[in-house]
């Protein structure tokens, strides 16, 4: 393992960082900012209070009731500086994320080119939020539907990704014409800090309404005060499948919305014909990457009989030299977990598997002596698809299985109650065919070739079953921000009624 910088040094280098950005940290208690490179606390922080709270959501419902008649290129203008402000700041961004979520200085940065792309592809949408003109059964009507804001939108986010996660939201909700109120994962309070500051930025220099955006942050009491407040009008949350299972029936009770970006559990199937290169590529960066914390991690491995030997002592020899450690050094892959929990949680996965059967093929061990949580990414061959298998443990862990058949690949992939992300390496067109048919991979995301993490902004983001069904990001994913009114306009003197019915 390499060595770690001290608490001091990240210290100042978070300091360094907000200072550019521009954010003056006010020091307090209820909060603090740590960092899982050392595990140890960076500054004390003040939490939001529950009335500071119902007074942001009142102050952004204020925002958006001028905002939803801005005109949506305008709205645009405000997202376009935003994109200008995160490209001039994304290194500050990115150590920051690197010091409070622990990635590795590239897939920060590339958290970061993440938000930038979103706000590009947010301005294109700002011209582009049709609606349909519908044929109408009646002479002399028009019948269309038009796409109006929808409100102040509550966003939820996780530590894994602190910063791209709001700006699909807050991109896409801002060019809607709805206004944001920020609850933020207490784990990654400077870069909710400084994410807000940069649209603070923005606001202020295209003198859009400054309440368009308010950051809350604080513990489970604060989010629970966004959840219920009848003012939020969709609530999109992302986290755990628990957290969802909490979030989305208090919504619902409200009839609000709710946009639920919830666990993955997420396969790759690897098939006879697969390049076997390029899948140990694939799956190396998809299962130990970002130190097995994202919510698309790859975290089943599902191998024909005929290539598992092979697949696995490739896998096992690369699993053996990952660099593990300080995620400022360039040289590092993996990172330290989030918390000695998580650690915890990941040992207590591998017992379980183990007596469920598994064999250790690779690493699961705990480095270091105390501080920051740094383990040795896992792969675990399992006899079969026991509990802990279809179980989402966000840590390193590559649970192995085998299979003769494609259809009992597919049975096996499905066989979970999570569907986000999935893939299968094969060369075999068929194949791969029948795996994204309406029988084949039952998840929001389906690959080839490719892993199961790191999507595209452009495409709709998010899965089924316990994954919750939102999605979020590109393609169509703004509708959900937006309340949809059907019209249908008379131009005739004549009162026509549909479905031939006759009145008066
Ligand atoms: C998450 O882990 O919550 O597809 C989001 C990916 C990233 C987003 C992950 N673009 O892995």
């Not at 200008?84 to 700041?89: N, T």
């Not at 796409?147 to 894994?160: E, K, Q, R, T």
């Not at 020899?317 to 990952?322: E, H, I, K, S």
């Not at 079969?384 to 649970?399: C, D, M, N, S, W």
Request: proline share 4%; charged share 20%; hydrophobic share 40%.
């Amino acid at each position: 393992m390499s060595s770690l910088p001290t608490t001091q040094q990240l210290r100042e280098r978070a300091r360094a960082s907000l200072d550019r950005i521009g954010v003056a940290v006010v020091e307090g208690s209820g909060l603090s900012a740590r960092s899982p490179i050392t595990g140890e606390d960076l500054f004390g922080l003040r939490a939001t209070t529950d009335d500071e709270a119902r007074q942001a959501i009142a102050e952004a419902d204020q925002a958006f009731r001028a905002w939803r008649t801005t005109p949506a290129p305008v709205r645009g203008e405000l997202v376009r500086t935003l994109g200008d402000l995160l490209r001039a700041h994304k290194s500050d961004l990115a150590d920051l994320i690197t010091i409070e979520a622990g990635k590795i200085r590239s897939e920060a940065l590339g958290e970061v080119q993440e938000m930038i792309d979103i706000c590009d592809f947010a301005v294109g949408l700002s011209r582009q939020l049709y609606g349909r003109t519908i044929a109408s059964e009646r002479p002399g009507h028009r019948l269309a539907e038009t796409w109006h804001p929808l409100g102040v939108v509550g966003v939820i986010s996780a530590f894994n990704f602190p910063a791209a996660v709001w700006s699909w939201n807050t991109a896409i909700a801002l060019v809607c014409g709805d206004a944001v109120v920020w609850k933020p994962s207490e784990l990654t309070p400077l870069v909710s800090l400084a994410s807000s500051r940069l649209l603070d930025r923005a606001l202020e220099r295209t003198g859009a309404p400054r309440a368009l955006h308010r950051l809350l942050l604080g513990d489970r009491a604060v989010g629970e005060t966004l959840v219920d407040d009848p003012r939020v009008a969709l609530v999109s949350a992302t986290g755990s499948t628990r957290m969802g299972r909490e979030v989305g029936p208090r919504v619902a009770a409200r009839f609000g919305r709710v946009l639920l970006e919830l666990g993955g559990n997420n396969a790759t199937v690897v098939a006879p014909s697969a390049d076997l290169d390029l899948a140990v590529q694939g799956i190396v960066f998809a299962a130990a990457g970002t130190a097995g914390q994202r919510c698309t991690t790859l975290r089943r491995l599902i191998v024909h009989r005929d290539v598992a030997d092979q697949l696995v002592e490739r896998l096992a020899a690369v699993y053996g030299r990952l660099p593990i450690g300080d995620p400022f050094d360039e040289a590092t892959l993996v990172g330290p977990l989030i918390t000695d929990a998580a650690a915890d949680a990941m040992a207590a996965a591998l017992d379980r598997a183990q007596a469920e059967g598994g064999k250790i093929i690779s690493g699961g061990r705990r480095l270091g002596a105390g501080g920051g949580a740094y383990v040795e990414p896992a792969v675990v061959r399992m006899p079969k698809q026991t509990g802990i298998v279809r179980e989402e443990t966000f840590a390193p862990i590559l649970y192995v299985l085998t299979y003769d058949s494609f259809e009992e690949a597919v049975a096996l992939h499905n066989d979970v109650p999570q569907g986000l992300s999935s893939s299968i390496f094969t060369r075999d067109q068929q194949e791969a065919e029948r795996f994204l048919a309406a029988d084949g991979s039952d998840c929001g995301i389906a690959n080839v070739n490719i892993g199961t993490s790191g999507a595209e902004i452009g495409g709709a983001f998010g899965g089924e079953k316990e994954t919750g069904g939102g999605r979020e990001s590109g393609s169509d994913s703004w509708r959900a921000y937006m309340r949809r009114a059907t019209n249908t306009v008379n131009y005739t003197s004549t009162l026509a009624l549909a479905q031939n019915v006759s009145f008066l």
